[in-house]
Nanobody
């Protein structure tokens, strides 16, 4: 069982930066692939970024590539999402998710555990 708690969201102007954190409970965090997803009002949940259990493999949605960076610290049971050059279209509720041996990291159905989300609002 893994419990996830996101933090770091807030209101920022376009062009600004935020760093999201996702703290995980449990001793097996290092065995899980992790992902960040987001959902805007009236839209489906969409993939943002993922990182393998070792941190050796990362993937990004085209819309955030070059602006967002996912990382993890297994000693602290935490995964991060550094978001730079934010745009109004990045406004959404951001969720972290954990899954074991996730083959298709962009598919939310492949993740077993989800956090409650943290709101990111980017003003123009």
């Amino acid at each position: 069982q893994v419990q996830l708690v996101e933090s770091g969201g807030g209101l920022v102007q376009a062009g600004g930066s935020l760093r999201l954190s996702c703290a995980a409970s449990g001793r097996t965090f290092s065995r899980y692939d992790m992902g960040w997803f987001r959902q805007a009002p009236g839209k489906e949940r969409e993939f943002v970024a993922s990182i393998s259990w070792s941190g050796g493999t990362t993937r990004y949605a085209d819309s955030v590539k070059g602006r967002f960076t996912i990382s993890r610290d297994n000693a602290k049971n935490t995964v991060y999402l550094q978001m730079n050059s934010l745009k109004p279209e990045d406004t959404a509720n951001y969720y972290c998710a954990a899954g074991r041996t996730v083959i298709s990291t962009s598919n939310p159905n492949n993740y077993n555990y989800w956090g409650q989300g943290t709101q990111v609002t980017v003003s123009s």
